[in-house]
């Protein structure tokens, strides 16, 4: 499983690319991370991963989204079973850019 965070979510040109690729590929739509709590957020994914879906696309996450990920993926070192998994988190924009 591969966990990449995307820090800056104001990366347009990153997050599309993604997107459009998830897209195309899969026809499933991106993860609000925002609707779930942390534990949520890793329940959704492995719904997702369940189901064959091998790239996943979160937004707005916050650091306890990320961490919850992260310590999930620690739980499945030991599998094989999503080692193709790659799962993009793309973090929250903070208050100060919301404001700006």
């Not at 800056?8 to 590929?25: L, Q």
């Not at 739509?29 to 942390?38: E, I, L, T």
């Not at 070192?77 to 929250?92: A, G, N, Q, T």
Request: aromatic share 6%.
């Amino acid at each position: 499983m591969q966990i990449q965070v995307i820090a800056n979510p104001e990366n347009i040109d990153v997050i599309n690319e993604i997107y459009h690729r998830i897209e195309k590929e899969t026809g499933r739509p991106v993860v609000n991370a925002g609707a779930y709590g942390a534990r949520g957020l890793v329940t959704i994914l492995w719904v997702r991963a369940e189901g064959g879906q091998r790239e996943i696309l979160a937004f707005d996450c916050d650091r306890d989204h990320i961490q919850a990920v992260l310590e999930w993926r620690s739980l499945m070192d030991d599998s094989s079973e999503f080692d193709d998994l790659v799962i993009h988190l793309v973090r929250k924009a903070s208050s100060e850019t919301n404001a700006g």
